[in-house]
């Protein structure tokens, strides 16, 4: 099939999302050789059903667990013909590596064009797409006044925000799971290798490698035991570089020895660490400039992370100086882009649905934002989900927080008692996954909205209101432990009372996030967050409508 051919055909099937992957397929069958695709399906499981049912659950981890199988469930119902298919061309050697993605109900597998070709006629296939590999890992930051050595025991960004205070505490994130989803992990450092996830004899080495599809996550390019350090360093080899230093470590790799990796792997970590226990998610990672399919895939999977009650800290990325490259509001890296679990008061002129991802954004030793730390606003409108509106609109307000990433000590991946120093927000973003470790130390049923409004509203502001350059301000590890020890603002439902009713009602929002009628009476059976002023300040509640 000569390439004009290829895209005349394009151009007619409105299934095609790009006229690039038949024109790189058909490349691809005159070299004999395969392409790797990932495939959106049309069907998606009722997410308010879906929150209702799992709000009953009285834990985190077992409404992970039933979340989990559900929507392992519904994938495998939804895609069982088109996995038929699949199955008897893989026995006739035209399809090869099948994967299912639950969180996203997605498949990814490697076939030629013709395949592919009669795979877009399939009413059940929302998009079919050629899976690319990226630079996942943002550009690190350089700078003159770095220092080749350093002569404190403890990071100075752990003091910027008041981590040893909590330690003081007898908090330092003990029992607390967090997965770095990133290049791997040297788990061999002597400042980790004590409080790693135990994976028992199927994954003797504290977690997966996604990329080589095996039980050894270990680090060959470094950004990731960097970030696993920020999280958890417990000082052993010299130097405290870890926020919670007696959390737990789950070590996933989906990025390559040159920082590289697919959405696919990106989506296949999140989930691996989900489906093994994990309660946070730590992401130094992220695509930018990425297309609409790209990003779908991304955000169902964060959107499935939230229903499960996973929270994911994301950095923002370090593309704010290639506005030329990366402008406004594609400016942010995609999962980052992706919305919080918690609207922020100064977002609700522009509200829309929610996902798992608390964003981060990078600021120096005195709170000043780093001059490469990506800047929203972003924007869904383009996409399926059709929201946060920008020009006209203020767009999703990027990043939530910021943390220390400039000049951040942490763990060399090369020598396992030894230390090196980066930045970026890929450095921010530990820290603030550190923090999340302390937060569910102190308060183990804390839910990603609950935590993500914590970090916002103790947070150290840097701006008047919510900013595309900060967030919300600098976070802050001890006003945060001290906040989550006492949060129960929506663990319990509440009734609405006359006087909360009568005019003072804001708006009302389902599970997930989206904005429902206002008016308290004309309220379907279900559950609800129901925001009211009291006073000036404005106040949330969960509400059961049972009438």
């Given at each position: 099939?000569?390439i004009f051919?290829?895209?005349?055909?394009?151009?007619?099937?409105?299934?095609?999302i790009?006229?690039?992957?038949?024109?790189?397929?058909?490349f691809?069958?005159?070299?004999?050789?395969?392409v790797e695709?990932?495939?959106?399906?049309?069907?998606?499981?009722?997410?308010?059903q879906?929150?209702?049912?799992?709000e009953?659950?009285?834990?985190r981890?077992?409404?992970?667990?039933y979340?989990?199988?559900?929507?392992?469930?519904?994938?495998?119902?939804?895609?069982?013909?088109?996995?038929?298919?699949?199955?008897d061309?893989?026995?006739?050697?035209?399809?090869?590596?099948?994967?299912?993605?639950?969180s996203?109900?997605?498949?990814?597998?490697?076939?030629?064009?013709?395949?592919?070709?009669?795979?877009?006629?399939?009413p059940?296939?929302?998009?079919?797409?050629?899976v690319?590999?990226?630079?996942?890992?943002?550009e690190?930051?350089?700078t003159t006044?770095?220092?080749?050595?350093?002569?404190?025991y403890?990071?100075?960004n752990?003091?910027?925000?008041?981590?040893?205070?909590?330690?003081?505490?007898?908090?330092?994130?003990?029992?607390?799971?967090?997965?770095?989803?990133?290049t791997?992990?040297?788990?061999?450092?002597?400042?980790?290798?004590?409080?790693l996830?135990?994976?028992?004899?199927?994954?003797?080495?504290?977690?997966y490698?996604?990329?080589?599809?095996d039980?050894?996550?270990?680090?060959?390019?470094?950004?990731?035991?960097?970030?696993?350090?920020?999280?958890?360093?417990d000082?052993?080899a010299?130097?405290?570089?870890?926020?919670?230093?007696e959390?737990?470590l789950?070590?996933?790799?989906?990025?390559?020895?040159?920082g590289?990796?697919?959405?696919v792997?990106?989506?296949?970590g999140?989930?691996?660490?989900v489906?093994?226990?994990?309660d946070?998610?730590?992401?130094?990672?992220g695509?930018?400039?990425?297309e609409?399919p790209?990003?779908?895939?991304?955000?169902?999977t964060?959107?499935?992370?939230?229903?499960?009650?996973v929270?994911?800290i994301?950095?923002?990325?370090?593309?704010h100086?290639?506005?030329?490259?990366?402008?406004?509001?594609?400016?942010?890296?995609?999962?980052?882009s992706?919305?919080?679990?918690?609207?922020?008061?100064?977002?609700?002129?522009?509200?829309?649905?929610?996902?798992c991802?608390?964003?981060?954004?990078?600021v120096?030793?005195?709170?000043?934002?780093?001059?490469?730390?990506s800047?929203?606003p972003?924007?869904?409108?383009?996409?399926?989900?059709?929201?946060?509106?920008y020009?006209p609109?203020?767009?999703?307000?990027?990043p939530?927080?910021?943390?220390?990433?400039?000049?951040i000590?942490?763990?060399?991946?090369?020598?396992?008692?030894d230390?090196?120093y980066?930045?970026?927000?890929?450095?921010?973003?530990?820290?603030?996954?550190?923090?999340v470790?302390?937060?569910?130390?102190e308060?183990?049923?804390?839910?990603?909205?609950?935590?993500?409004q914590i970090?916002e509203e103790?947070?150290?502001?840097?701006?008047h209101?919510k900013?595309n350059?900060?967030g919300?301000?600098?976070?802050?590890?001890?006003a945060?432990?001290?906040a989550?020890?006492?949060?129960?603002?929506?663990?319990?439902?509440?009734?609405?009372?006359d006087?909360e009713?009568?005019g003072?009602i804001?708006?009302?929002f389902?599970?997930?996030?989206?904005?429902?009628?206002?008016?308290?009476?004309?309220?379907?059976?279900?559950?609800?967050?129901?925001q009211?002023?009291?006073?000036s300040?404005?106040?949330t509640?969960?509400?059961i409508?049972d009438?």
């Open positions: 099939m000569c051919a290829t895209l005349i055909i394009c151009f007619f099937m409105k299934k095609v790009f006229s690039l992957i038949l024109f790189c397929c058909c691809a069958v005159f070299a004999d050789e395969p695709v990932m495939v959106l399906m049309k069907a998606r499981y009722d997410r308010i879906l929150s209702r049912r799992a009953l659950y009285p834990t981890a077992a409404r992970r667990d979340v989990v199988g559900e929507l392992k469930a519904f994938a495998e119902a939804s895609q069982h013909d088109l996995m038929v298919t699949l199955k061309l893989e026995r006739q050697g035209m399809v090869s590596s099948i994967h299912s993605m639950w996203a109900n997605a498949l990814c597998f490697k076939t030629t064009d013709a395949v592919i070709e009669t795979l877009m006629e399939r059940d296939i929302e998009s079919v797409t050629l690319k590999r990226y630079n996942c890992i943002p690190e930051v350089t006044e770095a220092k080749a050595t350093y002569d404190y403890i990071a100075p752990l003091t910027q925000v008041n981590a040893p205070q909590v330690w003081e505490q007898g908090n330092e994130g003990q029992g607390v799971v967090i997965a770095v989803v990133d791997g992990v040297n788990y061999n450092h002597a400042d980790i290798a004590d409080h996830w135990d994976g028992g004899e199927e994954f003797p080495h504290h977690g490698d996604i990329v080589n599809m039980d050894d996550p270990m680090d060959d390019f470094g950004h990731g035991t960097h970030c696993a350090g920020t999280v958890c360093g000082g052993t010299g130097l405290r570089t870890g926020v919670a230093p959390a737990i789950m070590c996933i790799k989906s990025a390559d020895n040159e590289h990796a697919t959405p792997n990106m989506v296949k999140m989930e691996w660490a489906e093994h226990g994990c946070a998610i730590s992401m130094s990672m695509v930018a400039q990425a609409v790209v990003r779908e895939l991304l955000r169902h964060c959107e499935s992370l939230l229903d499960a009650g929270v994911a994301v950095a923002a990325g370090n593309e100086n290639l506005q030329h490259l990366c402008p406004i509001p594609l400016n942010v890296r995609v999962p980052g992706c919305p919080p679990p918690y609207l922020d008061p100064d977002q609700m002129i522009n509200p829309g649905a929610l996902s991802v608390v964003c981060v954004g990078s120096d030793e005195n709170d000043t934002v780093a001059s490469s730390s800047e929203g972003v924007t869904w409108q383009d996409t399926e989900f059709g929201d946060y509106a020009d609109g203020i767009g999703l307000i990027r939530d927080i910021c943390a220390p990433g400039v000049m000590w942490s763990l060399d991946y090369e020598d396992i008692y230390y090196d980066k930045s970026g927000t890929s450095q921010a973003t530990p820290c603030v996954a550190g923090i470790a302390l937060m569910l130390h308060n183990p049923e804390l839910t990603p909205a609950a935590i993500c970090l103790t947070s150290l502001k840097l701006t209101t900013s350059r900060t919300v301000g600098r976070v802050d590890a001890l945060a432990v001290t989550a020890a006492s949060w129960d603002a929506l663990e319990e439902y509440s009734d609405i009372t006087d009713q009568e003072s804001e708006r009302i389902d599970l997930t996030g989206r904005i429902v009628t206002s008016d308290y009476y004309k309220l379907s059976p279900g559950i609800y967050l129901i009211y002023r009291q006073g300040r404005l106040q509640k969960k509400v409508i009438r």
